[in-house]
C-alpha cells in the first residue's frame, strides 16, 4: 500500500485517525482534497503545502499519563476537523503501550464509546472500517463478532507461539494446551505440523503479494518510506519465518521453494520503486546501480529481523520491540539511496529520519 492507494480509499465525510508514520503532505493534502477528515500523530515535520505556507490545520498538544518508549512526554496531532469539535473528544491522553494505526480509534474509558468516534460522530461524519462492523449507532457501539472456528484459532495462538519462541520450540501439544483443546481436535484440522506451518506461509504470501504489487506507485521517499514501513509491519506479524529461516527451508519443501519465489518478488518490487522515483526525478541511478542497489534492499528485508534478534535475543523479537525494529529496518532500506537521491528528496530523508532518531539509532 503507499500513500496514493490509501488516498483513493477515502471518502467524502469519513474520519481517518493514523500514527506518525502517516503525517506526509502529501497524505493529509490528499484527504483534505477528497473531503475526508483525519486526525494524525506529528511526526515532527510541519505539514507544508507546495508555496511552502503552513496548511490551514488544527495542530493538538497533548500531555501524556507517561512516557513513551523513547522517552516523549508530549505529543503532537494534526487535524482538519471543524474547530467546533472539542480538543477533548480528538485527544485523550495515552499511554506508553498504546499505539494509533490506521483506521483505528484509541479507547477511551472502559466500556464507553472511542473519543474519537465521538468526535467524528458529532461533525456528523462517517468512521471507516476495514471489516464494516463497527457502525455509528446511539453510542457507537460495537457489533458483536461471530465466534471463531477453531480453525482459525489454532493459527492465532500458534502465529503468537512461533512468533514468541520460535518455531522448533514449539510442539503441537503446547499450542493444544494453549488453546485447550485436546491434541486430537488439533489433529483433526492440521494433521501435522508442518500444515500450520504452510497455512501461515499461505496466509504470508498472499499479503506480501498484495502490497508488492503496488510498488508501481512509489515516486518519491514520502512513498518509499510508507510502502517500506508496510512491508516490515508484514515481516513482523510472521516474524518466525525469518527468525528460523534455515531451518525452516531445510525442513519444508514447500517453503524452499516458495521463498525463491518470494525473494524474486521482492527483487522485482525493488527494481520497480527504483524505476518509479528515477523516471519521476526523485533519484538518478544508472542501470547497473539499480541493480545492485535492489538486491542490496532485499538482503537487509530479508535479514534485518535476524540482526535484530542476533544483538538482543531475549527482547529483540517482543511486541514492545515491533515499532523501533520497524523504523530502523525502513530506514536502513532507505538509506541505500542516500547517494543517489535528489538534493530535496535526500533533504526529506533526512527529516523523516531525524523525527524518528531515538528509535533508529
Known amino acids: 500500500m503507499t500513500a496514493a492507494t490509501l488516498i483513493e480509499s477515502a471518502l467524502a465525510r469519513q474520519a481517518w485517525i493514523a500514527d506518525r508514520q502517516f503525517c506526509t503532505e502529501a ?13 494524525v500523530r506529528e511526526q515532527g515535520i510541519k505539514p507544508k503545502s507546495h508555496d511552502g505556507q503552513e496548511q490551514p490545520w488544527r495542530r493538538i498538544g497533548i500531555a501524556l499519563s507517561s512516557p513513551t518508549e523513547p522517552g516523549d512526554t508530549h505529543i503532537a496531532l494534526w487535524s482538519n476537523l471543524p474547530k467546533d ?3 477533548p473528544h480528538m485527544a485523550p ?3 506508553a503501550k498504546e499505539r494509533m494505526p490506521p483506521n483505528e480509534c484509541p479507547p477511551s474509558r472502559a466500556g464507553a464509546a472511542p473519543r474519537c468516534c465521538i468526535a467524528a460522530k458529532a461533525a456528523g461524519l462517517e468512521w ?3 471489516s464494516k462492523k463497527q457502525q455509528l449507532k446511539g453510542d457507537i457501539s460495537m ?36 488453546l485447550r483443546i485436546s491434541p486430537g481436535n488439533l489433529y483433526y ?8 506451518i504452510n497455512a501461515l506461509f499461505d496466509r504470508y504470501e498472499q499479503s506480501l503479494n498484495e502490497l508488492l504489487g503496488a510498488c508501481n506507485n512509489v515516486r518519491n521517499v514520502e512513498d518509499a518510506w510508507f510502502f517500506m514501513h508496510t512491508l516490515f509491519e508484514i515481516l ?10 534455515n531451518d525452516l527451508l531445510s525442513k519444508n519443501r ?16 525493488a527494481r520497480a520503486v527504483l524505476d518509479g522515483m528515477g523516471r519521476s526525478g526523485a533519484l538518478r541511478m544508472d542501470a547497473h546501480d539499480q541493480e545492485a542497489t535492489a538486491t542490496s534492499m532485499v538482503v537487509v528485508l530479508t535479514y534485518w529481523l535476524s540482526f535484530e534478534y542476533v544483538q538482543d535475543p531475549r527482547r529483540a523479537l517482543e511486541p514492545e520491540s515491533a515499532q523501533a525494529a520497524l523504523l530502523r529496518g525502513a530506514h536502513h532500506v532507505l538509506n541505500l539511496l542516500m547517494p543517489y537521491l535528489e538534493d530535496g528528496q535526500r533533504m526529506h530523508l533526512q527529516q523523516i529520519a531525524g523525527a524518528y532518531a531515538p528509535a533508529i539509532r
Open 27 to 39: 497524505l493529509l493534502r490528499g484527504l483534505s482534497e477528497r473531503q475526508a477528515c483525519f486526525i
Open 85 to 87: 469539535i472539542e480538543v
Open 93 to 95: 491522553h495515552r499511554t
Open 128 to 130: 471507516p472500517s476495514e
Open 143 to 178: 457489533v458483536k463478532k461471530a465466534p471463531r472456528r477453531t480453525a482459525e484459532r489454532i493459527l492465532e495462538v500458534a502465529l503468537d507461539l512461533f512468533n514468541r519462541f520460535g518455531e522448533p520450540n514449539v510442539s503441537t501439544t503446547l499450542i493444544s494446551a494453549g
Open 189 to 196: 484440522h492440521y494433521p501435522a505440523k508442518d500444515a500450520l
Open 236 to 245: 513482523w506479524q510472521y516474524r518466525f519465518l525469518y527468525r528460523d529461516l
Open 254 to 269: 514447500r517453503l524452499e521453494t516458495h521463498f525463491q519465489a518470494i525473494l524474486k518478488n521482492k527483487t522485482r518490487a
